[in-house]
C-alpha cells in the first residue's frame, strides 16, 4: 500500500503537471515552466560539495566526496525539453556520499532548439570522456534521462568503447514508436504524464527523425555485451511498458537485469527523497546495486581474477516487485 506521502503527493501533479496540449509550442512552455521550476526541495547532503564544470564541452556540475572512488554520470529527465540539475541535488547528492564517489551531472542541450540526436551527441561525448578516467563509471539517469542513459550505452557498445561498472535507468522514456500497450492502458491512472504529453514531446524532440533507432528508441536496442542493468517503474505510469520491454530486451541478450516495480506511485519517485518514504527506500535499493557490481569490479580487476570479468553478464533477471 502506498504512504500517506504519495496518495497526497499524486494529486498535487496531476493538478500541476498533467495536461493534454496539443500545441507544441504551448506544451514546451508547459513542460519548461513546471520542470524548471523550484517546486521540489533538494538540499545537499553534508560531506558532499557542489561546483560547476564541463566534461568534453558539456556543460553540468559536480557533486562530489573528498576522495571519491567511483564517478557516476547521471543524466537528467526532463521529457527532453526542460529539466533544472538543482531537482537532482538531493538524489545525486545521496549517491556521491553513499558510493563515496562523484557525480557529474549533465546540462545536456534540449530539444526543440536542439532536436535529436544532439541531447545523445552531448551525453555520449561526455560519457566518451568519463570512460577513459582512472576511476571505475556508473551511468544513471530518470525519464528522458533513462533513455539517454540506454542509448549511450548501445552507442559504446556500437563504437567499441569499454562499458561502465554498471547502469540504471528510472522509469525510462524509452520507446519513441508510441506503439507500447501502457500509453493507453495507464493513460487515466499515471499522475504526470499522459499519452498526448509523450507522444507531443517525442515530436518536438525526434523532429522528423526515425523512431525506430535504437538511440531514439532504445526498446529497439540489441543489448547484447551491456553491463548490468536497474530499471525501476511505476505500475500505474504511462512509460510502464519501456521498461518492461528493456528488461525483456536485456534478458534475451544474457544481461543481468534487476527491475524493480512499485504500485501506486508517481513517475520516477525515487528522486523524491525529502518527499516519499518510498524513495527513501529504494534510493537505498538502487546504492546497494550500484555497490555490488563496484565491488564486482574491483574485484575482477584483482590479480588471478580477471578471467571472471565476463560472469557479470552470466546471472539471470531479477524481478523485484514492491506492493
Request: proline share 8%; aromatic share 6%.
Amino acid at each position: 500500500m502506498a504512504s500517506l506521502a504519495a496518495k497526497i503527493i499524486k494529486p498535487l501533479f496531476r493538478a500541476i503537471m498533467k495536461r493534454d496540449i496539443q500545441d507544441p509550442d504551448h506544451l514546451v512552455r508547459h513542460l519548461r515552466r513546471v520542470m524548471n521550476a523550484p517546486l521540489i526541495p533538494s538540499q545537499i547532503p553534508r560531506g558532499v560539495s557542489l561546483r560547476n564544470g564541463r566534461v568534453a564541452d558539456v556543460p553540468g556540475q559536480w557533486m562530489s566526496t573528498v576522495n571519491p572512488v567511483a564517478t557516476v554520470l547521471f543524466l537528467h529527465g526532463g521529457a527532453f525539453v526542460g529539466g533544472r540539475l538543482d531537482t537532482y541535488h538531493h538524489f545525486c547528492g545521496t549517491l556521491a556520499k553513499a558510493l563515496n564517489a562523484r557525480v557529474f551531472l549533465a546540462d545536456y542541450r534540449l530539444a526543440p532548439e536542439h532536436p535529436f540526436p544532439a541531447a545523445t551527441d552531448d551525453a555520449f561525448a561526455v560519457y566518451s570522456a568519463l570512460i577513459k578516467e582512472s576511476l571505475p563509471l556508473m551511468v544513471a539517469g530518470d525519464s528522458a534521462g533513462g533513455n539517454l542513459t540506454l542509448a549511450t550505452l548501445l552507442r559504446a557498445r556500437d563504437e567499441q568503447q569499454l562499458m561502465p561498472v554498471c547502469a540504471v535507468a528510472i522509469s525510462p522514456g524509452a520507446d519513441a514508436t508510441g506503439k507500447l500497450m501502457s500509453r493507453d492502458a495507464n493513460n487515466g491512472s499515471d499522475p504526470m504524464l499522459s499519452r498526448v504529453m509523450i507522444d507531443g514531446a517525442t515530436r518536438i524532440y525526434l523532429q522528423g527523425a526515425d523512431p525506430f533507432h535504437p538511440y531514439a528508441s532504445p526498446t529497439q536496442g540489441d543489448y547484447q555485451g551491456l553491463p548490468p542493468l536497474m530499471l525501476t517503474v511505476s505500475e500505474e505510469e504511462c512509460l510502464r511498458d519501456d521498461s518492461y520491454v528493456v528488461a525483456e530486451q536485456a534478458r534475451r541478450a544474457s544481461v543481468p537485469v534487476t527491475l524493480l516495480s512499485r504500485q501506486d506511485m508517481p513517475h520516477v519517485w525515487p528522486i523524491f527523497l525529502l518527499l516519499l518514504p518510498e524513495a527513501r527506500q529504494d534510493t537505498r535499493k538502487i546504492v546497494r546495486f550500484m555497490q555490488s557490481h563496484l565491488s564486482s569490479r574491483r574485484h575482477n580487476e584483482l590479480p588471478n581474477h580477471s578471467s571472471r570479468s565476463d560472469n557479470l553478464h552470466a546471472s539471470p533477471t531479477t524481478q523485484e516487485a514492491v506492493a
